[in-house]
């Protein structure tokens, strides 16, 4: 794919940040928030669900819909080998329990055995509960390594659109919200091959995942409220796209280099993503001692391991809902 998504963009990106940084202004907004969306025709192809991915303005935005037919999913048409992806979306509104939405960069079908992922994923709930949104990182096929960390939002997912992203780099990978950082996952020494390093593809999918997603599958989908529809737009894909065939850096002269030297870039997003932790995770799986007696390595256990009970949950519970905070910034 030419269109946006190739090596020389994302070094521009890289010098318009370092140009932002280097003059003060605040960069946490920019320029990540001013990235070319693609229409759905341009990045992207229909991986399952047939009638239920259904494209409109344009095909700028994709609504993907549960029933009791089937879930529904779409890919990138590239790979990629660090970038930034991202998407706009709205949940499914209501009673949504088993109900499971996730944006996420994966190489599962290329290697089976020794896969990498990035997740985020999206947890509906009974009426009256809110959606819960989780990240995680597997790589070369960690899956006995959960890296699951859980958090309530400061508003209502359901409501409006919210933009979700993904920032990976070769050295760290970055989850936002809204442009707010709040999760950095640093390839640690400890990590070694655990970190994500292959070539990924972006997926956006919904499914049933009644036998898990809400209170460990004691709720379960409940087919009289379908279709649920999540829908999904501003479609961004920023990264170093690769040729499929043998997986290098599709390099168009401009150096490769470039696609690994991006960072959480100022004090001001540091301070946010803190806040944002401290106010909102309500699981970390450092935390959690009843899954992992001792944490794994790369989890550098603060004071604030306090707040948190031995399954890794928040003491803090109800506290982090919505009700809580205005903003987060
Ligand atoms: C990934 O896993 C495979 C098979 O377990 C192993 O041979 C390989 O060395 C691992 N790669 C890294 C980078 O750790």
């Known amino acids: 794919m030419a269109a946006a998504s190739s090596c020389p963009s994302f070094l521009f990106f890289l010098l318009l940040s370092t140009a932002l940084f280097v003059s003060g202004e605040a960069t946490s907004l920019l320029p990540l928030a001013n990235l070319a969306a693609l229409t759905f025709e341009e990045g992207y192809t229909q991986l399952f669900g047939d009638s239920n991915l259904m494209l409109h303005g344009d095909g700028r935005t994709v609504h993907l819909s549960l029933d009791e037919r089937t879930g529904a999913g779409f890919a990138s048409q590239d790979l990629y080998l660090h970038g930034f992806f991202s998407a706009s979306i709205k949940l499914p509104s209501d009673y949504a329990a088993g109900v499971v939405v996730a944006f996420y960069l994966s190489n599962g079908d290329l290697f089976e055995k020794t896969h990498d992922e990035v997740d985020f994923e999206f947890l509906g709930n009974i009426r009256g509960r809110e959606w819960r949104v989780q990240t995680n990182?597997?790589?070369?096929?960690?899956?006995?390594?959960?890296?699951?960390?859980?958090?309530?939002?400061?508003?209502?997912?359901?409501?409006?659109?919210?933009?979700?992203?993904?920032?990976?780099?070769?050295?760290?990978?970055?989850?936002?919200?809204?442009?707010?950082?709040?999760?950095?996952?640093?390839?640690?020494?400890?990590?070694?091959?655990?970190?994500?390093?292959?070539?990924?593809?972006?997926?956006?999918?919904?499914?049933?995942?009644?036998?898990w997603a809400t209170l460990g599958g004691r709720y379960k989908v409940n087919y009289k409220y379908a279709p649920y529809v999540a829908k999904f737009a501003d479609l961004v894909l920023h990264g170093c796209s690769v040729n499929p065939m043998d997986h290098r850096t599709v390099s168009q002269g401009s150096d490769a280099g470039a696609c690994d030297s991006i960072r959480l870039s100022t004090a001001d997003e540091r301070t946010a993503m803190a806040k944002f932790r401290r106010k909102h995770m309500t699981y970390s799986y450092c935390h959690d001692r009843v899954r992992y007696r001792s944490p794994p390595d790369e989890c550098g256990i603060g004071p604030e391991a306090k707040n948190f009970l031995p399954s890794g949950e928040s003491k803090l519970g109800k506290r982090h809902g919505r009700s809580s905070l205005g903003a987060v910034l």
Do not use: C
Request: charged share 20%; hydrophobic share 35%; glycine share 10%.
């Open 137 to 211: 990182v597997y790589g070369n096929g960690s899956t006995a390594v959960g890296r699951e960390e859980r958090y309530g939002l400061w508003f209502d997912p359901t409501e409006d659109f919210h933009q979700y992203s993904i920032l990976w780099s070769h050295q760290r990978i970055i989850f936002y919200v809204d442009n707010i950082a709040i999760r950095e996952v640093v390839r640690t020494e400890a990590m070694g091959g655990e970190f994500p390093s292959k070539p990924m593809s972006l997926y956006a999918t919904i499914w049933d995942g009644s036998t």
